[in-house]
Nanobody, 113 residues
């Protein structure tokens, strides 16, 4: 019933920027919290950033100061990624929690060095 669709991924050179979007089939404010995860080659899924129902954000140390999670519109969650590094290459997934967890299918981000 709840659908999350990521977009905005692509290929960018190191030092560049990308903005990812997560379109939800319902208001993102109805979720208890939302977040962005990533799955990099040879690594386990990693929590990148979260935002609580009251707007409190949290970031992984590896992206702190470079990435920003925000509520873009009533139905859209965004992740602004600046100063991208090759290590940021991964499939990025949007997650929303409302009693249970909902996931998008992911969008590929490739950073060339």
């Amino acid at each position: 019933q709840v659908q999350l669709v990521e977009s905005g991924g692509g290929m960018v050179q190191a030092g560049g920027s990308l903005r990812l979007s997560c379109a939800a089939s319902r208001s993102i404010f109805s979720f208890n919290n939302m977040g962005w995860y990533r799955q990099a080659p040879g690594k386990q899924r990693e929590l990148v950033a979260t935002i609580t129902s009251d707007g409190i954000t949290s970031y992984a140390d590896s992206v702190k100061g470079r990435f920003t999670i925000s509520r873009d519109t009533r139905n859209t969650l965004s992740l602004q990624m600046n100063s991208l590094k090759a290590e940021d290459t991964a499939v990025y997934l949007c997650q929303g929690r409302l009693g249970r967890e909902y996931w998008g299918q992911g969008t590929q981000v490739t950073v060339s060095s």
